[in-house]
């Protein structure tokens, strides 16, 4: 249980602690170092305990540096008085400090046990939290991977469906008679292109390009549409409409009829004002010959040269 312990706390005040200060009266200021070696050695213990025996007070005089009292004694007489000298300090801890407790096979001290304790309680205690933030915090980020996968599945189905709603709203005639492209075409193809008189004679390649150019994409609806107007009013007559359809703003398969209809309507204006004209003229003529029928010559004749 001790063997993870690295450190234990250490007040600032402790030399005024007045159970240490009794310490110090009875054996000295020295017994404040032996105080702390002594906490040292039974904070490395499994349960922070020491058995009181003869070997543990010998290992303690040797790290306490006790010395003999008589300076001829041997090395046993030596080691012998410095296990002597920690049992009687123990025993002073226990008895007359009250800084250590024992049950008569053991000794601890009471204060370092309830310190390391509540360290050790705490580190549980900080492992449990991170532990549940970390299964909180995985079962989010499952959570976080489903809602994604659910999008990325999303918006693949809403692809789909557009592309086939794409298909199903009809082709889109996006014929590309940029300069790049035919400049692609071998010379054999272009040389074929100029002798197919299909080709060279389609009504429709250019009204397409120039309306793909100044409109846009080209419908299956709106390629009908430009097909008649050509069929009606002939291939030059459409791509003037669509130019000029493009110089007011106004381009849009719709307008450019209505430009072409206008023009009809004009060109019927003045067929209508020509036809009177000479209807007018034809009119005068008539109305001049009547004339001409309604004179009784003889009498004209009578009146300038007299009578026969």
Known sequence: ????????SHDVNASNDP???VMKELCGVIAYAWWWILIEQLAVQEDYKLPMDKITFTGLGIAFGMKQNEANASSNEANAS?????????????NECELLETD????????????????????VEISRKRSEAGRLGGLKSAEQRSKTKQMLQ?????????????????????????EAHENEKSDKDILSMFN??????????????IYMNDVGEISSVTKEKLECLVNDFGENEVINAISKSSEIGKASIAYIT???????????????????????????????????????????????????
């Not at 249980?1 to 234990?8: H, K, L, N, P, Q």
């Not at 002597?84 to 801890?93: D, P, R, T, V």
């Open 196 to 209: 197919d008189e299909s080709k060279k004679s389609d009504p429709y390649k250019n009204v397409f390009k």
């Open 258 to 308: 209505a430009v072409l209809n206008n023009k009809i309507r004009e060109e019927a204006a003045k067929d209508n004002g020509a036809s009177k004209c000479n209807s007018n003229a034809r009119n005068v003529s008539r109305k001049n010959s009547r004339k001409d029928e309604d004179v009784d010559w003889e009498k004209e004749y009578q009146k300038v040269h007299g009578k026969r």
């Open 1 to 8: 249980m001790g063997r993870d312990v690295y450190y234990f």
């Open 154 to 178: 999303a918006n693949e189905a809403n692809e789909a469906n557009q592309a086939k709603g794409k298909e199903r709203k009809g082709n889109i005639y996006s014929y590309s008679y940029n």
């Open 82 to 94: 410095k296990t002597k000298q920690a049992e009687a300090f123990i025993n002073l801890l226990i």
């Open 19 to 21: 159970k240490i200060i």
């Open 104 to 123: 008569g096979e053991y000794f601890w001290s009471p204060s370092l046990v309830r310190r390391n304790l509540l360290r050790k309680n705490k580190q």
